[in-house]
């Protein structure tokens, strides 16, 4: 997920993007953890992912709280 695909996002698909994001971090997790997980790049990519989303609405709150 690019950040420019997020910043096009509404907050409401951002906070249900970050759920399911969430969601498949801690099965990936899991199938970490019992060694049946094959593609070991999706952890990081999903942790970035959730980091990104992060970054955006932090800098939203930001933007709002600096404009009131």
Do not use: W, Y
Not at 17 to 23: P, V
Request: glycine share 2%; proline share 1%.
């Amino acid at each position: 997920m690019k950040a420019s695909d997020v910043r096009d996002m509404t907050p409401d698909q951002l906070q249900d993007e970050l759920l399911k994001l969430k969601k498949t971090q801690f099965n990936l997790r899991f199938q970490g953890a019992s060694g049946q997980l094959e593609k070991v790049h999706q952890m990081r990519q999903v942790r970035r992912d959730i980091a990104r989303i992060k970054t955006i609405q932090r800098q939203r709150s930001a933007e709002t709280a600096s404009k009131s």
